[in-house]
């Protein structure tokens, strides 16, 4: 099902780049207006140039022309260069979670978009915002900047054996410490042998998507689009592939974050009558701390939904234990029961649909709801007075996610933080592509 293959990627020339910390990024979609200015100042040379390009700021008309005229002047000038041959390149991530060190061990390569489409499995729902704003770049740039971070589960560890010895007794070709102290290391695979091994290997998997289902959809869109007017590939490396970084849920290196809800611009928004309603629903009790509401939500995980809820009107700490009788009736009868099991589609439904109105039509205009992974940061926004409420969630887990996915069901959009996040910039994608 996994068409995958090694490719000739474009990087950072290290004689004028030599510290790559200075110009790769976070995936686009997490870069602040905040963190792109600081991208801007750390390097004329950053990806942010391409990927999150300030140009739209001064001339939205004029953004993607100009991220294809960097890429294209980075080219020429030897900034970026091509590697000579063919390669997987097999990418660890180093880093700390809860006081616990890991390595999450997986490999970039081109994945087939004809042959492979229907066998990779989603999990989110998108939004058409976001796959517009690709398309735009990538119809400029004809180029994948940035992975999307596909899942696969092999108990065997088969593959993880292949890069610990392609990886073991050589120094890594990249290492960059990101800006959440994350360790970043690469190492490109030519020898044939090894890379026919990791292709016959996978060509069993089911890959499921993990982060870049937006980019996923527009790569999709834009082979088709590419196809409409008759133009071919010229090459392996073309719009009928994708960059992607692959990594086996069975090793011991995937963490999934939650990402927590503010609420804003709710019309005679207050936390009394909310919680008066919530009662049909929800066991509440209000936390002397926000110590005491993540302590409650890790142990209330274990048996059963529980969720943090901290408004601006009171600022203090409520813990939300969803009711026995209420697990028993279907909260979400359109969907199955994988569906109806994960903590966010109860915060979805209940919460903001139910108790404030606040529809799939309105999320998707993405009206009164905005995300953030940090609980500190969602306290310090509410006290602001920048939004009206914060609801906090426990992460979903691996499984679920597999679950959710191998049934067909979509979960709603930002359910899972995958950390850490891959890198944008690391390598290139450069497509070549027959234009009658």
């Not at 971070?149 to 292949?162: E, K, Q, S, T």
């Not at 963490?255 to 611009?265: E, F, S």
């Not at 309603?277 to 993540?294: C, H, I, T, V």
């Not at 026995?324 to 994988?338: F, I, K, S, W, Y």
Request: include cysteine; charged fraction near 30%; hydrophobic fraction near 35%.
């Amino acid at each position: 099902m996994a068409h995958l293959f090694p490719f000739q990627a474009y990087r950072y020339n290290r004689q004028i780049v030599p510290d790559l910390g200075r110009v790769v990024t976070q995936p686009y979609d997490k870069i602040s207006p905040e963190m792109q200015e600081e991208y801007y100042r750390r390097s004329p040379y950053s990806v942010v140039q391409i990927t999150r390009s300030l140009e739209k700021n001064q001339n939205p008309d004029t953004k993607y022309p100009a991220a294809a005229a960097t890429l294209r002047r980075w080219i020429e000038q030897g900034l970026l260069i091509q590697d000579p041959r063919p390669a997987i390149y097999v990418y660890y991530q180093d880093y700390e979670t809860d006081g616990e060190t890991k390595t999450r061990k997986g490999f970039i390569a081109l994945l087939d978009l004809k042959r492979s489409a229907s066998g990779i499995l989603p999990h989110e729902r998108t939004l058409a915002g976001p796959k517009m704003d690709r398309l735009q770049l990538m119809r400029s740039t004809e180029c994948n900047d940035d992975l999307i971070f596909m899942l696969y589960n092999d108990d065997r560890l088969a593959v993880n054996r292949i890069l610990d010895v392609q990886a073991s007794g050589c120094a890594p070709e990249i290492e960059v410490k990101d800006d959440f102290g994350a360790l970043h290391r690469v190492w490109s695979v030519t020898d044939r042998s090894a890379i026919e091994t990791i292709q016959e290997a996978m060509a069993a998997q089911e890959l499921f998507i993990a982060d870049g289902h937006h980019r996923f959809e527009t790569s999709l869109n834009y082979m088709r689009e590419c196809e409409a007017k008759g133009w071919a590939p010229a090459g392996l490396e073309s719009f009928d592939k994708r960059m992607v970084a692959c990594f086996n849920t069975a090793g011991q290196g995937i963490t999934i974050l939650p990402t927590h809800r503010l609420v804003r611009d709710l019309p005679q928004f207050d936390s009394r009558a909310f919680l008066k309603a919530a009662g049909r629903y929800f066991d509440s009790k209000e936390e002397p701390s926000a110590e005491a509401l993540w302590a409650a939500m890790k142990e209330g995980r274990r048996l059963g939904h529980i969720f943090g809820f901290y408004p601006e009107d009171t600022r203090r700490f409520y813990s939300l234990r969803l009711k026995e009788e209420a697990r028993r009736d279907p909260l979400t009868p359109a969907h199955g029961e994988a569906y109806q099991d994960l903590d966010v589609s109860i915060l979805h439904t209940v919460v903001l649909e139910k108790l404030l109105g606040i529809d799939e039509a309105k999320l998707v205009a993405q009206a009164h709801v905005d995300f953030a992974r940090d609980r500190d940061a969602c306290i310090r926004r509410v006290n602001e007075g920048k939004y009206q409420a914060g609801f906090f969630l426990n992460p979903t887990s691996v499984e679920q996610v597999q679950r959710v996915a191998s049934l067909g069901g979509r979960m709603p959009q930002k359910s899972t933080d995958f950390y850490p996040k891959l890198l944008t910039g690391l390598l290139f994608m450069k497509m070549k592509i027959s234009k009658p």
